[in-house]
């Protein structure tokens, strides 16, 4: 499986396309901002010509939409996500404002056509990814885990020396550390942590050295 990482907008979301020799993908948390961005993603796909299975993403926070409505208007595919953060969709706008961003008349708010839960087998090619709720940063993160290859794709729920931050509408400092201790602990130490911001770990790195969750 190949894994090809865009790192997009001023808060620097990591965007993942997974693929593999069939040419099937699917694209986690299309955070392309700028229209650079946008063409950067969309030519990466079509160049390698690629056929776009699975739009999904690991949480609704607004950073890491910027790009879904763009890849469901062009490739004619569903968005999928968990329930739980859909009440983040109603204020945007606020959002934007908040954190700086311009004020723009583009609607960034999308679709959810299906709805991701505990247990979610998300196939693509020959690839199988799982889907895991962990909740605590929002209450619908999800992460997505590749078994038999030994990936994790994180979102904000892990990052290397780090966890996803607790502050926001429905976050729960206690929740996060339970979940990460619980279910991705659980996972081989050499699994590879992709995040949805900053560098690749694994996870037994952060078992060891995470000053948050480290627990060996």
Sequence with gaps: ???KTFE????????YV????????????????????KELL?????????VVKQLINTHLHFDHLFGV??????????FASHRDDEFL???IPDQLQLFGFPRTNVDYKPIIGHYLQEGDQIAFGNQLLKVFHVPGHSPGSVVFYHEAEGVLISGDVL????????????????T?????????FAMPAETKVYPGHGPTTTIGQEKKYNPFVGVM
């Design 18 to 37: 997974l693929s593999d020799e069939t040419k099937e993908c699917v694209v986690i948390d299309a955070a392309c901002f700028y229209a650079d961005e």
């Design 89 to 91: 969709l109603e204020n």
């Design 69 to 78: 409505n763009m890849l469901v208007s062009h490739f004619g595919v569903t």
């Design 176 to 184: 996060l550390v339970t979940g990460i201790q619980k279910k991705l």
């Design 42 to 50: 969309l030519h990466y796909i079509l160049d390698n010509d690629l």
């Design 159 to 174: 990052f290397r020396s780090g966890v996803g931050r607790t502050d926001l509408a429905g976050g729960d400092y206690e």
């Design 1 to 3: 499986m190949k894994i």
């Design 8 to 15: 997009f907008n001023p808060l620097g979301v990591n965007t």
